[in-house]
């Protein structure tokens, strides 16, 4: 230990490396935590720091991490290390030319980032997105602490929005490699294209594609034993699905999936697990809880906006499909599909872009809730996410003002 | 340096300061809505930055030699005319001889009227000032125009469409960065330009290490 302090001294000293100073005092920070203390009141006797904050949301997102290694391969090892070589190069750029310590704000954004990605994404335009994120969504604002959207979200928005074919289109499934591994559709986009397809029946949501290959999407179980209990002739020979359940039969049973006419379509165990298609690190949910939890007892995040933004998605959710079953999803499928416990748990909660009052929060949550459902419902859109996340990003000193206003009213005299 | 002999001390000033320190979009913020607007392809960005620059010199010579004669309370509507007839001349001629350019400009031809710049340099230099240097200021302001507007372009065109000028420049294959096309885009692409611009000539972090 004593000879890489030693090294470390004389590296600070080095004149030839006082241009590289952050990149020493990184080091340096994270063999050796930091002495410094608070110049002035208020002291707070706690050691905490922003890198060992940072690192609690790391060992939060590892579980997340390893399950994305698990069902997508090693090629999700490859994107993260090409998000932080890319997002890191711009980060240690800036810190010279600016000459102020380096981050450690990237150590999250950098491993945040390719978890919201599809797995298929090729790593160049990982890069390009990690650098746009990194410059125009923190850099040009002044660095960590001071950006007002979430770096992550802004490169994901970017590379979605210039490169849609390769973004939208190319999914993996889950524990399979190679050409027959791609496929269009993740649950939602599923849900979104047979859903619009008919609006005959409230029950069925999709009903026939073609005389010989017939397909039902129905919205739920008890409509499966709706429609089919009274021996409807319409439904024999005919695919049956249902969103979020495991097979059923006409009767409206449990079914095993090998009877042909009987398939499962996205039952709410897969989901959780993470069988089905989606970004690297988002689909297996009970992870990504388990790490949002975690986070929340260690007080890093918060819980009022997770369960608020959850919440409101799952109560909307809720109502909104017994009127419009067409339009909006039913609500535990809605929680259990694209990034909503990843963002919620790990992206809405950002402390720099999100509220920091109590009331702020709840307002924060709730309305990443409605334009989630919003746009997942009623857009050309299929994942509402990241869009709510940052469009609420932009709202949020608007919201913590009118709080502290709501709050502190001067005194009437 | 046969510029500055040309142009004498003075002259040479307003046009270097024109193209660096006071450039109209780095510098002062305006023309910037034609500028997202038309730096899509090189081809438009040149056709404008050349219509912009016309009508520069054009009301340059005619406001700066009336001056005189220009009441101080119609002085805007004055300028309103001259740059009116002028733009009027610049859209005739690009859609009797290239229609195909004056399509895809659109109406942005027509809005060169509420070009901020042409107004500006009217209001503040050639209201005040000679003929000569008037003309050597409307130039120096065409040419910064047209180079910020051509530098974007050519961005925005190889990435976006995968040409230049028209020719295909990438590989087979290049995906389109379709954002590129679209007004985001441009914005991000100038807003870099002025931060590079604003670094440069006013001395960002960069120059004081040296």
């Known amino acids: 230990m004593k000879a890489i302090r030693s090294l470390l001294d004389r590296l600070y000293e080095a004149p030839a490396l006082q241009r590289y100073k952050p990149i020493i005092g990184a080091a340096d920070a994270i063999l050796y935590g930091t002495d410094e203390t608070t110049r002035g009141a208020p002291h707070v006797v706690d050691n905490i720091d922003i890198k060992r904050y940072m690192s609690f949301v790391i060992l939060a997102l590892l579980p997340a991490v390893l399950a994305s290694v698990c069902f997508f391969g090693f090629r999700v090892i490859a994107i993260i290390m090409v998000s932080y070589m890319a997002g890191g190069a711009v980060e240690v750029a800036f810190a010279i030319i600016r000459k102020h310590d380096i981050h450690e704000g990237f150590l999250i954004t950098g491993l945040i980032f390719p978890l919201v990605l599809p797995p298929t994404t090729p790593l160049w335009v990982v890069a390009v997105g990690v650098v746009f994120g990194t410059m125009f969504g923190k850099e040009m604002f002044g660095g960590t602490g001071r950006n007002i959207f979430n770096p992550a979200l802004v490169g994901r928005l970017f590379i979605t929005i210039a490169f849609p074919a390769i973004m939208t289109m190319n999914w993996q499934k889950p524990f399979v490699s190679g050409p027959e591994a791609i496929t269009s559709a993740t649950p939602l986009t599923t849900y979104k294209s047979t859903a619009k397809a008919s609006k005959v029946n409230p029950d069925v949501v999709e009903f026939e594609k073609d005389e010989a290959n017939k397909q039902v999407l129905f919205t739920s179980a008890s409509a499966v034993k709706r429609c089919t209990q009274n021996g409807d002739s319409r439904f024999d020979g005919v695919k049956i699905y249902c969103v979020g359940e495991p097979a059923y039969n006409k009767a409206g049973k449990h079914k095993r999936i090998e009877d042909d006419n009987l398939v499962r379509l996205f039952s709410y165990g897969d989901l959780l697990v993470g069988k089905e298609p989606g970004s690297m690190g988002e689909t297996c949910r009970i992870v990504i809880v388990l790490g949002g939890i975690f986070l929340m007892l260690a007080r890093v995040s918060n819980w009022r906006i997770p369960v608020s933004y959850i919440g409101t998605v799952f109560v909307l959710a809720l109502v909104g499909h017994r009127f419009l079953p067409h339009d909006i999803a039913p609500p535990v499928f809605q929680m259990l599909t694209g990034g909503l416990m990843f963002g919620a748990m790990f992206m809405a909660t950002d402390p720099i872009t999100s509220p920091f009052t109590k009331a702020g929060k709840y307002c924060f949550g709730i309305s990443c809730g409605v334009l989630t459902v919003l746009i997942r419902s009623f857009t050309g859109y299929v994942e509402g996410v990241m869009f709510s996340i940052v469009i609420m990003n932009a709202f949020t000193p608007l919201i913590d003002q009118i709080v502290l206003m709501f709050k502190y009213r001067p005194v009437k005299t | ?210």
Not at chain 2, 128 to 147: H, P, Q, W
Not at chain 2, 170 to 194: E, Q, R, Y
Request: charged residues 15%; aromatic residues 10%; glycine residues 10%.
């Open chain 2, 1 to 210: 340096m046969i510029l500055k002999k040309y142009l004498g001390a003075d002259g040479y000033k307003i046009l270097k300061l024109g193209i660096t320190r006071d450039h109209p979009i780095f510098a002062v913020g305006l023309g910037i809505c034609s500028a997202l607007a038309v730096s899509n392809t090189v081809a438009n960005a040149i056709a404008m930055g050349a219509g912009v620059t016309f009508v520069l010199i054009a009301t340059a010579v005619i406001i700066s030699s009336l001056r005189s004669l220009i009441p101080q309370r119609a002085r805007i509507i004055t300028y309103m005319i001259t740059i009116a007839s002028f733009v009027i001349i610049v859209q005739m001629f690009l859609d009797a001889f290239s229609p195909t350019i004056s399509e895809a400009l659109g109406p942005y031809v027509a809005l060169i009227i509420t070009n901020c710049i042409i107004m500006g340099r009217a209001e503040a230099f050639y209201v005040t000032n000679g003929v000569r240097f008037s003309v050597i200021d409307a130039v120096s302001n065409g040419i910064a125009y047209t180079y910020t507007l051509v530098a974007i372009a050519v961005v925005r065109e190889i990435l976006g469409f995968g040409t230049l000028l028209g020719f295909q420049v990438t590989p087979d294959g290049w995906p389109k960065w379709v954002v590129m096309s679209m007004a985001p885009g441009a914005f991000f692409l100038l807003g870099v330009a002025i931060w590079i611009s604003k670094t440069i000539t006013e001395g960002g972090s960069e120059e004081e290490e040296e």
